[in-house]
């Protein structure tokens, strides 16, 4: 069974700085996709960025960007220039093909002004 | 904007009795998945529908139940709703073969059980 792991409950970062967020998964399959997913407080969940497995470049949309080694079976999330607005809770999840997700347990990233 | 809707955005119930959350969207996607998230924790998938094909996770409880009447709809009812059910109701739409399988979530119903 596929598992996702999310070894930091909780980071914080200085405005303005770089933050990583660690995530690693579990899966024998070759075609997938994993995605970070952002949660704000009281908020609706959003898209912030995903990847597709079979790609090597890994994936940037603005300050977010990931570093995906798939031999590692590793996906870690990086947000340069912190805003107050990252603030939130940051799933890390996987999909196959076959329309399952898999969420890890979340990191709370506090933003510190 | 096509999005995912959820009615209402707060619910109150009695311990034991039946409630009925919605999910509609206006993305076409076939496939539906309600998810149960209690305070800090991940989204737990309760189950999805791959059009009218139903697909329960093994640990979801009889007490949860799902209608999808067509492709916009989609409802969780409960039938007899315990003080544990409390939670987030996070429902999503995902369209596979596009958008990188992407599920898009809807805003949740947070349940609350008196």
Same mark, same amino acid.
Do not use: W
């Given at each position: 069974a596929q598992t996702v792991t999310q070894s930091q409950?909780?980071?914080? !970062? #200085?405005? *303005?700085?770089? !933050?990583?967020?660690?995530?690693?998964?579990?899966t024998s399959e070759s075609d997938y996709y994993l995605f970070w997913y952002k949660q704000p407080p009281s908020r609706q969940m959003i898209? !912030?960025?995903r990847q597709e497995a079979?790609? #090597? #470049?890994? *994936?940037?949309e603005n300050r977010f960007s990931v570093n995906f080694q798939k031999a590692a079976k590793s996906f870690s999330l990086k947000i340069s220039d912190s805003q107050l607005g990252?603030?939130?809770?940051?799933?890390?999840?996987?999909?196959n093909t076959g329309n399952q997700f898999y969420f890890g347990t979340g990191t709370s990233l506090t933003v510190i002004p | 904007d096509a999005m995912v809707i959820q009615n209402p955005r707060y619910q109150v119930t009695q311990f034991g009795k039946p409630v009925t959350l919605s999910c509609s969207q206006t993305l076409n996607h076939n496939v539906m998945y309600w998810y149960q998230q209690k /305070? /800090? @924790?991940?989204?737990?998938?309760?189950?999805?529908?791959?059009?009218?094909?139903?697909n329960?996770?093994?640990d979801t409880p009889?007490?949860?139940q799902s209608r999808r009447p067509n492709t916009s709809f989609c409802f969780l009812d409960i039938r007899s709703p315990g003080l544990g059910d409390a939670?987030?109701?996070?429902?999503? %739409? /995902?369209?596979?073969? %596009?958008?990188?399988? %992407? @599920?898009?979530?809807?805003?949740?119903?947070?349940?609350?059980?008196?």
């Open positions: 409950p909780e980071m914080s !970062v #200085q405005e *303005a700085e770089t !933050v990583t967020l660690s995530c690693t998964y579990d898209l !912030v960025i079979y790609k #090597q #470049q890994n *994936a940037t990252d603030a939130a809770m940051y799933f890390c999840a996987y999909s | /305070s /800090s @924790q991940a989204p737990k998938l309760l189950f999805h529908y791959y059009d009218k094909d139903f329960n996770e093994a009889d007490n949860f939670a987030m109701y996070l429902c999503a %739409t /995902s369209r596979p073969g %596009t958008a990188k399988e %992407t @599920q898009y979530f809807g805003p949740g119903t947070r349940l609350l059980v008196l």
